[in-house]
């Protein structure tokens, strides 16, 4: 038997070579005595064209064959220029593994309906497209935490505090405890600089967020970074570094795939070259106001608000020097002006907004109790992470990339839950 080949692999140079195809009925048309069948795999499609002179059985075959249908076809490559990608096989043979009468997902199917049948969603090219930029992206940020000299670590799920504020916890019964499912690994990675000084993990993180926006997922994938010796200014250096070469590694990558979603609109992806701009919070309320929105100096940016900013901007940038009130407890108070923290966000343009929160962390001992008793919490729940700062301290940052999130900016999408597999809502954990 000839061995079987990809759709990408059959080329106009394979002219008159015999071949092997398996895959699944993408588009079907009849043509005179002609049925012509699109087949799709995980490489993209090729046209076949199945002739009654050429083989009665097997043009029977593709006449009754129902699309999405599971099949292994075979013939001769044949270079034609009316063929979509100048190539078609010429089909001789049809072997059907599973015939589908009728496949649920159709043309007019709305958003609502394609995320109840998810799972056969993804038989969609387009779904596949954007897995493909998000494992591109993946690769991408491994080649560079590679190249410089990053330690890839494995930190725990089922944890027994908050790092995000306990509001929007996931607990569970842990035997006769309560535990909880992670919202950030950083407090791990903390503690793990103090050998691999350089760390970063991906993991899921969990947040019990009822908010129905377009930004929000209840379980979503974390990249995120923590290093010794680094300050906040140290940390935006590696932010904007990694994020710039996730998107120009992924437009060499997948540049088709980028194109399919943003066509030639690839201006700000381009554009996303060290260094990114940079203002401070100060700056954003001031721009905001004299935009006419209602915000005053001390409060959080919204989706809302963050659109609004990212007018100005062709390219992500940094927003820094939060008020610490609205800001997590670990972050480092900043020493010029008690109010503030040394943070910042890194925000995607074209009304993205975030897609990074970082900072430099309280290295003290004594102001981090400090920070965790104004923020209505227990010292006592943090022993180990106060540890931290008494068995050989010293000043760290770090910070987490919500990766569906940049994706959804990569590929313009309208909502993060696209840029993942199965997408865990308030509303939806099936399927
Ligand atoms: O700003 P966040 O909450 O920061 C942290 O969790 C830090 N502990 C990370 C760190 O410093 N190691 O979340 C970081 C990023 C956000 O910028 C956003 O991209 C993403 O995680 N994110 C979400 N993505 C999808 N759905 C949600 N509900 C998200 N919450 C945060």
New binding site residues.
């Given amino acids: 038997m000839i061995d079987k080949v990809y759709c990408v692999d059959v080329i106009p140079e394979m002219e008159g070579k015999r071949v092997r195809l398996a895959g699944w009925v993408y588009r079907k048309r009849e043509v005179g005595r002609k049925v012509f069948i699109v087949l799709r795999d995980s490489t993209g499609i090729i046209q076949t064209v199945f002739k009654k002179e050429l083989s009665k059985e097997a043009y029977t075959k593709a006449k009754k064959i129902g699309i999405e249908s599971s099949v292994i076809i075979e013939g001769i490559v044949k270079a034609d220029p009316r063929a979509p990608d100048g190539v078609e096989v010429q089909a001789d043979r049809m072997e059907v593994i599973q015939n589908v009468d009728f496949f649920p997902i159709t043309k007019d199917a709305s958003e609502e309906f394609l995320l109840d049948v998810r799972h056969l969603h993804l038989h969609s090219l387009k779904v596949a497209t954007i897995l493909k930029v998000k494992g591109a992206m993946m690769q991408a940020a491994r080649e560079w935490l590679l190249q410089n000299g990053w330690y890839e670590v494995f930190p725990p799920i089922l944890v027994t505090g908050a790092?995000?504020g306990g509001a929007?916890l996931f607990k569970l019964k842990y035997f006769d405890k309560t535990a909880y499912l992670s919202?950030?690994?950083?407090?791990y990675?903390e503690a793990a600089i103090f050998s691999l000084e350089k760390v970063w993990s991906l993991t899921p993180?969990f947040?019990a967020?009822k908010?129905r926006t377009r930004?929000?997922?209840?379980?979503?994938w974390?990249l995120?970074?923590?290093a010794a010796w680094m300050n906040l200014w140290d940390i935006l250096k590696v932010e904007e570094e990694l994020v710039s070469y996730m998107v120009q590694r992924t437009l060499e990558l997948r540049k088709k795939e980028v194109e399919l979603y943003r066509r030639d609109d690839i201006k700000t992806l381009k554009n996303a070259i060290p260094p990114f701009p940079r203002i401070s919070y100060d700056e954003a309320i001031d721009v905001l106001q004299g935009k006419g929105v209602q915000i005053e100096w001390g409060e959080d940016m919204g989706a809302d608000e963050e659109r609004v900013l990212t007018q100005e901007f062709e390219a992500p940038f940094f927003v820094y020097g939060y008020p610490k009130h609205i800001k997590?407890f670990?972050m480092k108070e900043d020493p010029s002006d008690s109010r503030k923290v040394l943070a910042a966000?890194?925000l995607a343009p074209e009304g993205y907004g975030?897609?990074?929160?970082?900072?430099q962390r309280e290295d003290s001992y004594e102001k981090l109790v400090e920070r965790i008793k104004e923020e209505g919490m227990k010292p006592e729940d943090y022993g180990w992470y106060l540890d931290l700062r008494r068995y050989g301290s010293v000043p760290h940052s770090?910070?987490?990339?919500?990766?569906?999130?940049?994706v959804a900016w990569v590929l313009k999408l309208d909502h993060?839950r696209w840029a993942t597999l199965f997408p865990r809502t308030p509303s939806r954990l099936y399927p």
């Fill in positions: 790092v995000e929007t919202q950030s690994a950083q407090l990675l993180s947040r967020e908010s930004r929000h997922l209840t379980e979503f974390h995120e970074l923590e997590a670990y966000d890194m975030e897609i990074i929160g970082g900072s770090g910070f987490g990339l919500g990766l569906e999130r940049l993060v």
